[in-house]
């Protein structure tokens, strides 16, 4: 799956953003996806993930509740709500051969080039 991200850019605390990633390749409706983040200084992290059917989502405790991840036929989207300093950092999306979801790198095979997301306070 060949995955290219877009939708970054700079809000303010409080804001909301809406991240895409559209996806090309015969695999992409058996493909589970996810979108991780790398902050400045730290190592890349899960965010959420959606499972290739789209009927189940997991999420890391640090957005549940404010991030949405959905996708639809050629893309997957991640929506930001209620953003935060802390959530500055690239975001990637990954996908993996497998219809259910993973939340490590490892479970994930293809990758997009990233988009930055910066938060002010």
């Known amino acids: 799956v060949q995955l290219q991200a877009s939708g970054g850019g700079l809000v303010q605390a409080g804001g909301s953003l809406r991240l895409s990633c559209a996806a090309s390749g015969r695999s992409f409706s058996r493909s589970a996806m996810a979108w991780f983040r790398r902050a400045p200084g730290k190592e890349r992290e899960f965010v959420a993930a959606?499972?290739?059917?789209?009927?189940s989502q997991v999420y890391a405790d640090s957005v549940k509740g404010r991030f949405t991840i959905s996708r639809d036929n050629v893309k997957i989207f991640l929506q930001m709500t209620n953003l935060k300093p802390e959530d500055t950092a690239v975001y990637y999306c990954a996908a993996r051969d497998f219809p259910n979801t993973g939340n490590y790198e490892g479970a994930y095979g293809d990758w997009g080039q990233g988009t930055l997301v910066t938060v002010s306070s």
């Open positions: 959606v499972s290739a059917s789209g009927g």
